[in-house]
């Protein structure tokens, strides 16, 4: 067949991230659980009759870099000549798909008139699918899968559009929560049904020939322009050492070690050097592990480029057989989300000397607790899940964002949502002043969200981090404050370990108290006028500006308006510059030349 003209093929590239993004549209309108319905803890993609990931919606990087595989895992139980229309095969093993048992992966055949066309793909994090805690993520007391929930591999749930009974029902026996799991697995499969029809239509519209013959050109233009950008990476061996804080009480930090190659057009990440697999729920399954690395490479070489299968093949992912980023089975990995930020952070570190300009800082850690217990209002067990998602590390040449996800597309559930669906009342919902890494261009600040919780039986299972490792800062910048988590917060407050499994009483709080974000550049280099914005907006305090940026705040008296005296002076924070270029000399003559590469630095004491 010919080439297909450009003019065609930018159409059907179009309405291939169009169906990605109707089937997104259509979980997001019909979930049950907050998490995919405020949170968008899920994603979806386009894959063509081989299997191979050809479009992707706007969401989760650590579930479409497993994507791929577990697409090709569900195709090797269940190959293509045993599929018909109408059948959907389910998994959430966690090597098969993306590394814990609350990722449901449900895969979905598109026939045309008897012909396989391609396939649409859908994962979504389910509320609890049983286990040691509610939620399915406990860190403490966790030594193999079996203990974190139910484990599915590759099955047809769906057989030719009929919902097969019994195994729904053996999934609904093995939740706290059976309404929300299969109402979001239901939604999952009517999303799926409209990506299939969409397929269809294309297909009908252009001719399969065409259409297959479009996928193939997309997929290699991506990998091709992904080659392409590599390049522009200049060749060498790039390491980097970060740690996460633990692997629950009393246990010692996890080392994130990576080797980063760039040879010409293609690139080797290489974790050899990270710490061996953990006898609890800290582990990360290859897939995930690969998920994080590929989106740290898309975001530094072609980030506005395609997600595809092209975009993956220049880049190989390696770790140890055994490391905690590449367990043995039945290792445990329910709380494994916790370590993405580390894996997609570190290789941002390795890469930061070869592309100084295209980086960022170490961004604000997000947490993930989930709590269970008895709502007396309801009277009926819940489960809450909470992402508290905080500020994002500076770069070249702007400052982080504040309250954001970073490594992966999701959301801050709304106070709104939390409140009107779970024995909760959100009391404080607020960005940190000071906690802020400082720089040329600062991180953006920590996120503090209090939650008292009207629950008998209170069970919190909490999973947060850098409480110890701050987030580095680049090329001068500071770390961003450390994190904590604390019950009841004040006078006779209790701290709590940012792994740990514990019980709360029914009004206790729960405050969530997130590290700040890394700082970019000498601090001393940043504008006045920029810090001095920062202390209006209370970002920052007059004594950090003094203490951090050597900048002199003071209140002078100018003109001002005010509604009946409009000539009266009124108090304002202004710059002293004239102290300010004092402070700046003398602390500038006393500052140790700082490493132009990052690294990792602990929470003083």
């Given at each position: 067949m010919a080439p297909v003209d450009p003019i065609t093929l930018g159409v059907i590239w179009g309405a291939l991230q169009s169906i990605a993004v109707e089937v997104g549209t259509t979980v997001h309108r019909t979930a049950y659980s907050e998490q995919a319905r405020e949170g968008q803890d899920f994603s979806v993609a386009v894959f063509d009759r081989a299997g191979r990931m050809v479009a992707q919606g706007p969401y989760s990087p650590g579930h479409m870099g497993a994507m791929s595989f577990a697409?090709?895992?569900?195709?090797?139980a269940h190959p293509v000549e045993t599929l018909r229309p109408g059948d959907a095969i389910l998994l959430n093993d966690p090597l098969l798909g993306s590394g814990h048992l609350p990722d449901f992966f449900i895969t979905q055949p598109a026939f045309h008139q008897g012909e396989l066309i391609g396939f649409a793909v859908n994962i979504l994090h389910h509320t609890d699918v049983g286990g040691q805690r509610p939620g399915s993520q406990g860190v403490e007391g966790i030594f193999d899968y079996f203990q974190e929930g139910l484990r599915i591999?590759?099955?047809?749930v769906w057989k030719q559009y009929e919902e097969q009974e019994g195994i729904v029902g053996i999934i609904a026996a093995n939740?706290?929560?059976?309404?929300?799991?299969l109402g979001d697995l239901r939604a999952q499969r009517s999303a799926l049904r409209v990506g299939e029809l969409r397929l269809v239509e294309l297909v009908e519209r252009y001719g399969r020939a065409m259409v297959f013959a479009a996928m193939d050109e997309i997929v290699a233009r991506t990998e091709a322009n992904m080659r392409a950008a590599i390049r522009g990476v200049p060749d060498g061996a790039y390491t980097f050492e970060d740690f996460l804080d633990d692997?629950?009480?009393?246990t010692e930090p996890l080392r994130v070690f990576v080797t980063v190659t760039v040879d010409g057009d293609s690139m080797v990440i290489d974790y050899e050097g990270s710490s061996p697999q953990t006898p609890s729920g800290m582990n990360s399954y290859i897939n995930y592990t690969r998920s994080y690395s590929y989106a740290a490479v898309k975001c530094l070489t072609?980030?506005?480029?395609p997600m595809n299968e092209g975009a993956l093949r220049p880049i190989a992912v390696r770790a140890p057989a055994g490391s905690f980023l590449n367990p043995r089975p039945p290792a445990g990995g329910g709380p494994r989300a916790i370590i993405c930020y580390r894996t997609f952070e570190a290789v941002i570190g390795a890469l930061a000397r070869a592309v100084p300009e295209r980086v960022a800082a170490a961004s604000s850690h997000f947490a993930n607790p989930t709590f269970g217990g008895w709502?007396?209002?309801r009277q009926r067990r819940f489960v809450a899940y909470e992402l508290v998602l905080s500020g994002t590390g500076a770069r070249a040449t702007t400052d982080g964002c504040e309250a954001m996800a970073n490594a992966f597309n999701a959301s801050n559930i709304p106070v709104e949502a939390q409140e009107a669906n779970q024995p909760i009342i959100v009391e404080r919902f607020e960005l940190i002043r000071d906690s802020a890494g400082a720089g040329r261009f600062r991180g953006g600040c920590g996120v503090r969200r209090d939650m008292r919780f009207l629950a008998d039986e209170g069970k919190l299972t909490n999973l947060s981090e850098r409480q110890r490792f701050r987030p580095y800062g680049l090329?001068?910048?500071e770390p961003g404050a450390p994190a904590r988590t604390v019950i009841n917060p004040g006078p006779g407050e209790e701290i709590v370990h940012g792994k740990e499994s514990r019980e709360f009483a029914y009004g206790d709080v729960v405050s969530f108290q997130q590290s700040g974000a890394g700082g970019y550049g000498d601090p001393l280099a940043r504008d006045p006028r920029r810090v001095l914005e920062d202390v209006l907006d209370d970002y920052v305090s007059v004594e950090a500006a003094r203490a951090e940026y050597g900048v002199v705040i003071i209140a002078g008296d100018v003109e001002g308006a005010n509604i009946g005296r409009p000539s009266a002076p009124t108090a304002e924070l202004v710059v002293d510059e004239e102290a300010t270029d004092a402070l700046r000399r003398r602390l500038g003559s006393h500052a140790v030349p700082s490493a132009r590469h990052p690294r990792a630095e602990p929470a003083r004491e």
């Open positions: 697409v090709r895992n569900a195709l090797a591999p590759p099955t047809k939740t706290r929560t059976p309404e929300k799991v692997y629950g009480p009393g072609d980030p506005f480029g709502d007396r209002r090329f001068g910048g």
